[in-house]
């Protein structure tokens, strides 16, 4: 007899394992600790980092850039993927291939094309943000769009209800699954890239913190900025799969 055990289960024991393997090889000095400082440690740096009001500023400035290119994209890329998902067939094989270029351009090479026009600021960042979490948003709410049930289509027209009626009671729950896909890819894309783009042309934020810390050989604050912004990327992440349940068990409801 084959025992399957939980996925949930063994990814909390990987987690639990990392954690650890990390702590003990630091404490037996297994690896240099000058390079890898214990957990326990880490931690305490990130205690005291937040007792500051310094350190919280900075993770507020790029929760703030984060979500603000990601809100853009949201505006942007879910009608315009509800439109394109079989709605208007013409407008969809006109514009597709050009998305799908559009998707590929290196957003590193297109944060500097970007900064020769809005210059280096805030705006350049939220558009850079923008740029990278419209694709998956947009494509997964085509997908989500293009495999509702024809079964379910048929059986709402031959009962006459209205376009907006078959949007609103089918189409949009039956897509919602893939759209929630695209919104957590989106939001932890907006995140990790967003460390990027502040390590490159900011003064503010995780990103800049953790370069300034680099380049004053601050092993803790690099190990403890790293801690925060995997934290703040699972936070986000576990966020909307909280509100992708709650709003199916609202629509189950209603």
């Known amino acids: 007899m084959i025992v399957r055990i939980p996925k949930v289960v063994t990814d909390k024991a990987a987690v639990i394992l990392f ?51 990601f809100a853009v994209a949201v505006i942007v890329a879910i009608p315009l993927g509800l ?78 209800l209205k376009r907006w009626k078959i949007f609103w009671k089918i189409i949009l729950p039956a897509a919602a699954p893939s759209i929630f896909t695209g919104l957590r890819l989106s939001a932890g894309y907006s995140f990790f890239l967003l460390i990027a783009a502040e390590m490159m042309g900011s003064s503010s934020g995780l990103g800049w913190f953790v370069l300034y810390s680099q380049e004053n050989f601050n092993i ?10 995997a934290l703040l990327g699972l936070a986000i992440d576990a966020l909307l799969a909280f509100i992708e349940k709650r709003l199916i068990v609202w629509r189950q409801a209603g």
């Open 83 to 160: 439109i394109m998902g079989g709605w208007f067939h013409k407008l969809e094989l006109a514009l597709e291939p050009l998305f799908a270029i559009a998707a590929q351009a290196n957003p590193f090479i297109l944060f500097h094309v970007i900064i020769l026009f809005l210059g280096i600021g805030e705006a350049t960042k939220v558009t850079i943000i923008a740029w990278i979490c419209i694709w998956p948003i947009l494509f997964n709410t085509m997908n989500g769009v293009r495999h509702v049930d024809t079964t379910l289509l048929k059986a709402a027209m031959s009962f006459g």
């Open 220 to 229: 803790q604050w690099i190990f403890a900025g790293a801690v925060v912004i």
């Open 19 to 69: 954690v650890l393997a990390w702590e003990l090889s630091a404490r037996l000095e297994l690896v240099n600790n000058l390079f890898i400082p214990p957990l326990s440690k880490v931690l305490a740096t990130v205690w005291h980092l937040l007792i500051s009001d310094m350190f919280l500023q900075h993770i507020l400035i790029s929760l703030a850039r984060s979500m603000g290119g």
